[in-house]
């Protein structure tokens, strides 16, 4: 009797209400984060993109000196990283918006909020 009404219990608590354990946690810091470092490199890396567009060597030795700049001296990096955000998806994500058209990057920025 007693161990039907635990189960009974604990079933019903486990479908109405949600247990911490049963849902993914989001970290909505990195989320938070992960924006303030994302919206101006992807605008940065769009108008480098677009203004050396017709000559592709300078445009890769351009992106690549912004991304070092951008990662050296922005900072919200550090912030991001404190943050406890998962570092190796950021530079992931950061170097797909060089080296591609963008489009297919969201994947990683989809799993930023994981920590490492």
């Known amino acids: ?3 039907s009404f635990l189960t009974f ?3 019903f608590f486990s479908l109405y209400f949600e247990l911490p354990s049963a849902k993914e946690v989001t970290n909505q810091l990195c989320n938070l984060r992960g924006y303030e ?6 605008a940065a890396v ?4 677009h203004q050396f567009q017709n000559k592709p060597n300078i445009q890769e030795s351009e992106l690549e000196k912004f991304k070092r700049s951008f990662e050296q001296n922005f900072q919200g990096i550090p912030l991001y990283k404190e943050a406890g955000c998962s570092n ?5 994500y950061l170097n797909c918006l060089i080296s591609t058209d963008g489009k ?3 994947i990683y920025y989809t799993q930023m909020r994981i920590v490492d």
């Open 88 to 92: 190796a998806r950021l530079s992931e």
């Open 37 to 42: 470092i994302i919206f101006p490199y992807e």
């Open 104 to 106: 297919d990057c969201r």
């Open 1 to 3: 009797m007693i161990r």
């Open 46 to 49: 769009k108008k480098i993109k």
């Open 9 to 11: 219990t604990i079933t």
